[in-house]
């Protein structure tokens, strides 16, 4: 979310904070359904307006669901849209890398496991793909931004991979 905010210059901090929060409430409800407005994100979005947070973060996180019906209008609400399945893709295609490492991730990569219906199969690639043509982006270079985005965060993602473990010390350590 803060690369597309630098991109399209807008409020990196609204942004990142929008990117941080739209799920909050997802482990308790996870599930939608006919009563969408007593589940994710619904519930986590009157938390959000109690608490006083911005009116246009809270239409981008309830935008974010399409059984929600909220359109959505601002490049805020468009970009959480577009980022929030492939966030989930890339983190998976970097998990089953042997070093589990983001950094070893390849736009070609990612377009390959989305043609694979069986990989992350939680992830709509309609909507990566919708995610894109809304902020009218081509796909492989929207994927680019999410991607590099994400490898220059790395560590903080949990994705800066692991490297063989030793089981005794080298000669050189003691």
């Known amino acids: 979310m803060r690369a597309y905010a630098i991109r399209l210059g807008e409020d990196v901090e609204l942004w990142?904070?929008?990117?941080?929060?739209h799920?909050?409430?997802?482990e308790r409800y996870p599930n939608a359904g006919?009563?969408?407005d007593a589940e994710h994100p619904a519930?986590?979005?009157?938390v959000l307006r109690a608490a006083?947070?911005?009116?246009?973060?809270?239409?981008?996180?309830?935008?974010h669901a399409e059984y929600t019906g909220i359109?959505?209008?601002t490049l805020l609400a468009k970009a959480l849209f577009a980022v929030d399945e492939l966030t989930g893709?890339?983190?998976a295609s970097a998990l089953v890398k042997p070093s589990r490492a983001v950094a070893e991730v390849e736009v070609a990569g990612v377009r390959?496991?989305?043609k694979d219906k069986a990989f992350a199969r939680g992830v709509n690639r309609d909507d990566i793909v919708q995610g894109a043509a809304a902020l009218d982006v081509p796909l492989d270079e929207h994927i680019g931004i999410v991607l590099q985005a994400m490898q220059s965060d790395a560590e903080h993602l949990g994705l800066a991979g692991s490297g063989p473990l030793r089981s005794t010390p080298l000669a050189d350590d003691a």
């Open 16 to 21: 990142g904070l929008t990117g941080l929060v």
């Open 89 to 91: 893709l890339i983190t």
């Open 23 to 26: 799920d909050f409430d997802y």
């Open 71 to 73: 359109p959505r209008v």
């Open 34 to 36: 006919q009563a969408a």
């Open 112 to 114: 390959k496991k989305m």
């Open 52 to 63: 006083g947070w911005p009116e246009e973060l809270c239409e981008a996180v309830l935008g």
């Open 43 to 46: 519930e986590g979005v009157r």
